[in-house]
């Protein structure tokens, strides 16, 4: 049996890969997620995203996870010094 996660992105994550390249790089959020994914597979976990630019929608996200997911990574994006 896997383990579930939950990867929660905030905002502007959504556009990495074409927002500011040459800070962010030129990886995409979904090739980010594609590495992750192949990676926890390999180590018996099973991941789920949301990506949401609303400080709603993520807190929502987090606290419908409590019955879907057997753990969170939670990545606030701009939250961490803008919110």
């Known amino acids: 049996m896997s383990c579930r996660v939950l990867v929660l992105n905030g905002p502007n994550l959504n556009l990495l890969g ?3 390249t040459d800070v962010y790089g030129t ?3 979904e090739s980010i997620l594609a590495d992750l ?3 926890a597979a390999g180590h018996g976990f099973e991941i789920y995203d949301i990506q949401s630019n609303s400080e709603g929608a993520l807190i929502d996200a987090l ?3 409590r019955n879907r997911a057997d753990g ?3 990545n606030p994006g701009a939250y961490t010094h803008y919110s």
């Open 18 to 20: 074409t927002r500011e």
């Open 27 to 29: 990886a995409t959020l």
């Open 37 to 39: 994914r192949a990676a």
């Open 63 to 65: 606290q419908e996870a």
């Open 72 to 74: 969170v990574i939670f």
